[in-house]
């Protein structure tokens, strides 16, 4: 009887391109989804993913995917999607290091690149990583937050305003590309390697800055946990905002177990005023409607997630102990990285001395300017 090598069986999944790929959640996704279309992933074993395209402006190290190296802004994007049926676009810049205008550029025209490009590809599915940030953060917010909730945030220079451009755009893609389906994924916090935003700048301060009559609420997402949310969303199907996060939250007490840094209070008017002087005259990186972020809850509820079976690896302490660990020897005052010494005496300071500190620094600043 003649014998030969059975030809394996061909997935009939879709073909999922990543951007992205080469670093962060994006890199994360891309590994996972290699691993469905190897046959090897997935809790139910099957590859419900034919093949992964990993896009992004160089060559990552994901064995077992396609690399097609290219920049999300590129026009020419499209001709590198004709065989997708999915993309993720994960390629989303949050460092308070880059300057704002660029910040927005690579974010808004990078999304809206990836959505002309899928629909002039055919491309049937796109799915866009923003913030739970677009819901802003406020005293009076519910915790947790409906998936369905308001967007809140202020549609200012912040990264949650080139979040909710993203989310816009979003929005009117069914009715500027017919057949096109679009869904928005939102993390909470971000930590893990390499995660360098706003809110983990916070935990770089010597000592947690608070509002008087407010408690934050916090909630964090490991990268990791974003690239599992996303692979369900991937294959799923997952449709509608979906919002990635730990489970529960973080009270003050429990930050400060965990952080082991004190905590010191101000006046909202006093936070917010000081701080939007010192981004003004260039001496903070963030506007300070940032600062909400740190001192109000934005907690949200994964409810589609879960109903998925979607369960998050990480818990808020878990998260929160990563991300001391990786901001351990950094010190930052509201958002901007200092050196050692000057946190010293931050520290030392207190919030009163820090406040008149500040003050000083506007006066001298504005000399300087006249």
């Known amino acids: 009887m003649a014998?030969?090598?059975?030809?394996?069986?061909?997935?009939?999944?879709?073909?999922?391109?990543?951007?992205?790929?080469?670093?962060?959640?994006?890199?994360?996704?891309?590994?996972?989804?290699a691993d469905r279309a190897?046959?090897?992933?997935?809790?139910?074993?099957?590859?419900?993913?034919?093949?992964?395209?990993?896009?992004?402006?160089?060559?990552?190290?994901?064995?077992?995917v396609t690399w097609r190296v290219v920049d999300v802004r590129d026009p020419l994007l499209s001709n590198r999607?004709?065989?997708?049926?999915v993309i993720v676009h994960a390629d989303v810049q949050r460092s308070p290091e880059l300057?704002?205008?660029?910040?927005?550029?690579?974010?808004?025209?990078?999304?809206?690149?990836?959505?002309t490009a899928a629909a002039a590809a055919r491309v049937r599915r796109v799915i866009l990583v923003t913030?739970?940030?677009?819901?802003?953060?406020?005293?009076?917010?519910?915790?947790?937050?409906?998936?369905?909730?308001?967007?809140?945030?202020?549609?200012?220079?912040?990264?949650?305003?080139?979040?909710?451009?993203?989310?816009?755009?979003?929005?009117?893609?069914?009715a500027s590309h017919p057949g096109l389906e679009v869904t928005v994924v939102r993390p909470a916090a971000l930590v893990g390697p390499d995660v360098d935003t706003v809110m983990t700048r916070h935990f770089e301060a010597p000592r947690l800055l608070s509002v008087k009559g407010s408690a934050p609420a916090w909630q964090f997402c490991h990268v990791e946990d974003l690239a599992s949310a996303l692979e369900v969303v991937v294959v799923a199907g997952l449709t509608g905002p979906v919002t990635v996060g730990c489970e529960g939250w973080?009270?003050?007490?429990?930050?400060?177990?965990?952080?082991?840094?004190?905590?010191?209070?101000?006046?909202?008017?006093?936070?917010?005023?000081?701080?939007?002087?010192?981004?003004?005259?260039?001496?903070?990186?963030?506007?300070?409607?940032?600062?909400?972020?740190?001192?109000?809850?934005?907690?949200?509820?994964?409810?589609?997630?879960?109903?998925?079976?979607?369960k998050p690896a990480y818990d808020n302490a878990t998260a929160l102990r990563v991300l001391m660990d990786e901001t351990a020897g950094r010190h930052a005052v509201v958002g901007r990285r200092v050196g050692g010494k000057e946190a010293t005496m931050a520290t030392a300071a207190g919030a009163t001395v820090a406040a008149l500190g500040a003050a000083a620094a506007i006066r001298r600043a504005r000399k300087r300017r006249r």
């Open 250 to 310: 973080l009270g003050p007490d429990e930050v400060t177990e965990i952080t082991g840094k004190r905590g010191f209070e101000l006046p909202a008017a006093v936070t917010f005023g000081m701080a939007e002087r010192l981004h003004r005259l260039g001496m903070t990186p963030a506007p300070a409607t940032d600062l909400h972020y740190v001192t109000y809850p934005w907690v949200v509820d994964t409810a589609r997630l879960r109903a998925a079976g979607w």
């Open 3 to 33: 014998t030969g090598k059975v030809r394996p069986r061909r997935s009939k999944g879709p073909v999922v391109a990543v951007t992205g790929a080469a670093s962060g959640a994006g890199r994360l996704l891309a590994a996972r989804l």
């Open 99 to 115: 300057d704002p205008r660029d910040r927005r550029t690579h974010n808004v025209r990078g999304a809206q690149t990836v959505v």
């Open 131 to 174: 913030s739970a940030m677009v819901y802003g953060a406020s005293p009076d917010n519910e915790v947790p937050l409906n998936e369905d909730a308001p967007l809140l945030a202020e549609a200012n220079a912040s990264i949650a305003g080139d979040f909710l451009e993203i989310e816009d755009l979003a929005a009117g893609a069914p």
């Open 81 to 85: 999607l004709s065989d997708v049926d």
């Open 38 to 64: 190897a046959g090897t992933g997935g809790a139910d074993g099957k590859d419900q993913v034919r093949k992964v395209v990993a896009i992004d402006g160089h060559r990552g190290d994901v064995p077992g």
